[in-house]
């Protein structure tokens, strides 16, 4: 079984990749989304200089361009953000895998197929069954139609049903029977691999207690295991989508409160600490109560490299408690090694 995060394309993300341990590489089958910008070009730069800096030798990143306009990158260059992406990771040295659609015009399937002959490791078809963006899952005739116009088999693509938000038991309940509806319908095709992922954590920390800890529910575990527990298809693999909500975020402005999503096994505990007139100091307060608390993982420091980062936090060990791109790191980097860990021992994320 293997765990597929889809992280936003940061610099955090890649971080986290980037110090996963031997054993967490092996379990895992990343997908990379990239959040749009203004200037798309050095978005795009910017995204293949992190994978090639960050990401670990041999690691294939799955790459979803999806949320970026279709549109010419350069004047005159006939390519769109995948083919842009594609070349530059080739040239990098780091593979991928395209990520494509139902949806998708003629154009852009077209670049999807270029993308996976040039690095030979097939395609993701994201199929969204999501309450608030469903698509109509296809038919046999359209399935045909997508595989050909990508010139690929189902067997060298990953198929990604992705159930979207799932912040309530509520939603989760709704969702259940068209998940496993949509999952069955669509595993009659021999696909390389299946997954089903969905995201529970909200879209920010608007009216989280200060200098505490909230608990937030994994939904999208529970989903997970509610349809596991009924399927009798193919080996469903789990996804999820880390410590983020499943949508892309707004442009951000100013910067975040200390705060830490830090992952257990049912739910995320959300510390959100005030900042002080020193700036980020409050995190260091933050990493100790947390290292002090019933969260703290039997394992320790040893759970992962964020851990590692936040038993120094705690125990002042850093001459700075860093900011929002440490702590996402160090929050995806620990939730990687908990959900990795646990579906290769139990078969539960």
Request: glycine share 8%.
């Amino acid at each position: 079984m293997v765990y597929v995060p889809i992280l936003k394309g940061r610099a955090g993300e890649f971080h986290a990749l980037e110090h996963a341990s031997v054993s967490v590489r092996e379990r895992i089958r990343p997908v990379m989304e990239i959040v749009p910008a203004e200037r798309v070009r050095d978005l795009l730069e910017t995204f293949c200089d992190h994978a090639m800096h960050h990401v670990p030798d041999n690691m294939i990143l799955t790459v979803d361009c999806g949320s970026l306009p279709h549109i010419r990158v350069l004047q005159g260059d006939i390519g769109s953000p995948i083919a842009r992406v594609s070349e530059s990771l080739g040239l990098r040295d780091r593979l991928m895998r395209p990520v494509f659609r139902c949806l998708d015009n003629d154009e852009l399937l077209g670049e999807v197929a270029d993308a996976a002959a040039d690095h030979g490791h097939g395609a993701c078809l994201r199929i969204s069954i999501a309450a608030d963006a469903a698509e109509v899952v296809p038919g046999e005739r359209q399935m045909r139609e997508l595989l050909a116009a990508v010139r690929l088999d189902p067997g060298e693509i990953d198929l990604l049903v992705d159930a979207g938000p799932v912040l309530t038991s509520r939603t989760r309940e709704q969702m259940r029977v068209g998940a496993f509806e949509a999952l069955k319908s669509l595993s009659l095709w021999p696909w390389r691999s299946l997954c089903l992922a969905s995201g529970a954590f909200p879209a920010d920390l608007t009216g989280f207690a200060r200098g505490a800890a909230t608990c937030v529910v994994r939904e999208d575990a529970r989903l997970w295991l509610d349809v596991v527990e009924k399927w009798r298809g193919p080996q469903l693999d789990f996804g999820d989508f880390g410590v983020t909500n499943p949508r892309m975020p707004p442009e951000s402005y100013g910067t975040p409160h200390p705060n830490m999503r830090y992952t257990t096994e049912t739910d995320w505990q959300v510390f959100v600490y005030r900042k002080a007139s020193t700036g980020n100091d409050a995190f260091f307060d933050l990493s100790e109560a947390l290292v002090n608390s019933p969260y703290w993982p039997e394992a320790g420091a040893a759970t992962s490299w964020g851990d590692e980062s936040l038993q120094d936090c705690a125990r002042r060990r850093r001459a700075k408690a860093g900011g929002a791109t440490q702590w996402r790191a160090w929050a995806t980097s620990h939730h990687m090694a908990v959900v990795a860990t646990r579906l290769a021992a139990e078969q539960r994320p």
